[in-house]
Every structure is written in C-alpha cells, then in structure tokens.
C-alpha cells in the first residue's frame, strides 16, 4: 500500500519549464495525491498557466505563493510542506522532467527515517531547446546516459548498500545532496523544523537540511537507476550569498543541530 504522497515543485518565472514539469508529473504510472507549486515569487503569467493545470487537471495542484524578496528557496518550500496533506512528500524543481515511474519509484522505497536522493540526468542547451521549441517532455527520454536507464534490480541492490548516517557528516566533504529530486516522511521533516529560513540565496540549503535530518537519527539511500529525473539546461544561480550560507552550515556540523530556529515553527532554540 502506497502512502498518500504529495510532490511540491519550486518555480520562479519559468513557466514554460514548469509547464514541461507538469506535463511529466501528470503522466505518472502512480498518480500522486497532490501537486503543491512552491512558487517563489512568479509574475502573474505563472499565475495564469497554473490556473489553467488547476481548471484541467484530474490530479489535485494547488499553488503555494509568496512576495518576491529575493531568493527564499527554504521559505517557499516550508509554507509547501505546511500545506501539503499527504504523509509522503517529494521535491522537485520546476525545471526537472521526471520519468512516468518517478513517483512509483520515490514510494516504492520510501522508509520512515529515511531520505531518498533520485537521480539527476543533466541535459545540454541543445536538447534544452529543443523540447522548449517543441513543448514536449517526452523529448528528454530520449537522451543517452547509463542513469537514464531504470533498472529496478540494480536499484534495490545499491539502495540497500549505499547509505549515509552521520558518522559521515564532517566540515571537510559535502554528501552529495541535491534538493531537485529527493523524497521523505513529512513527519520526520517536522521533526527537525523543516527547511532553515535564514538561508537567504543559493547555496548549502539542501546540505543544511540534510545534516540536520542525519543528525537527529536518519539516513540518506540513494535511488540509481530509479526516481529519474531530467534537468532541462541552465545558466548556474548567483554565489553571492555563498559564504554566508556556508557559515550556516558550517555551525550546523560543528554543533550536530538537528533542527533549527527560524523553520516551520519560530522559536528560540539556541
């Protein structure tokens, strides 16, 4: 029995890759529960696009918005989960096409405790174009790459070797996270606060929340040959706040926090 699962996709001003995101999601071989759009401040033609998914969708979406202030990526994504009704949740950006088995795959192997990193298949500019001209999804399938590839019996194999706890949690090496397709128990992400919302910017967020999530009795498993999704092609985001965000992490890892002040709840922890 599948858990009720909702998947919360950022955006911000790129609806057209949104619209190719929507498009994958509802076409999944599981259905999820939900489409929550965690939207971070988009133009009124975001708006309109996503009222039309809402108007002719038979899956549920709901549109999650707030003023645009800049880049507050961790905000958006908690006001997502506080809103979000199913007791599995996956996350998405708004510029990842997903494979018809992506939702399957993510429930699947979805534990309590633990948190699933799905693959990230990166398409180049060209293909990157080439689906946005033609407004076709299922264009990035297309593309050549041994991660592409869903081979269940290899997944279940590296998902039941390849994890991470704590003790591998240290200043000097980044798990290798990324927030763009990964999958958890909404109980366990309430556990520790939610995503920290004194990140301001890109950057250290997703290993944040992570080491937190580790710290307080998790696990990361990783789903390789499962879970695919495709990143359409992008210039990289600002590094401005990099240093500052990194301090955030780097305090988080000397002192083992496993949850935070500024989070789903406000409070004064520390």
């Given at each position: 029995m599948y858990p009720k699962t909702s998947v919360i996709v950022t955006?911000?001003?790129?609806?057209?890759r949104l619209a190719l995101v929507l498009d994958s999601l509802l076409c999944q071989s599981v259905q999820p529960s939900?489409?929550?759009?965690?939207?971070?401040g988009s133009r009124e033609d975001t708006r309109a696009l996503i009222e039309q998914y809402i108007a002719s969708a038979s899956t549920k979406i709901l549109h999650v918005w707030q003023e645009d202030m800049g880049f507050r990526l961790s905000e958006i994504r908690n006001k997502a989960l506080q809103q979000a009704s199913g007791e599995y949740v996956i996350f998405l950006d708004g510029d990842m096409i997903v494979h018809r088995d992506f939702v399957r795959d993510h429930i699947t192997f979805a534990r309590q405790n633990v948190l699933l990193q799905g693959i990230r298949v990166l398409l180049d500019e060209e293909k990157t174009?080439?689906?946005?001209?033609?407004?076709d999804f299922s264009l990035a399938f297309q593309t050549f790459a041994l991660k592409a590839f869903r081979i269940l019996f290899l997944a279940h194999q590296i998902y039941q070797k390849k994890h991470y706890n704590k003790s591998h949690l240290n200043l000097t090496k980044f798990l290798p996270i990324r927030g763009c397709n990964m999958s958890f128990f909404k109980k366990d992400a309430e556990k520790i606060n939610g995503f920290n919302e004194d990140f301001r910017?890109?950057?250290?967020?997703?290993?944040?929340?992570?080491?937190?999530f580790l710290y307080a009795g998790g696990e990361v498993r990783y789903l390789k040959f499962a879970g695919i999704a495709y990143h359409l092609y992008h210039q990289e985001n600002s590094r401005d706040m990099l240093a500052q965000n990194h301090a955030i992490y780097e305090d988080c890892i000397k002192n083992g926090h496993t949850t935070c002040a500024n989070g789903l709840k406000k409070t004064n922890l520390f």
């Open positions: 955006t911000y001003n790129q609806k057209e939900e489409i929550l759009i965690a939207d971070d174009q080439a689906i946005l001209k033609k407004k910017g890109w950057g250290r967020e997703d290993s944040e929340f992570v080491a937190r």
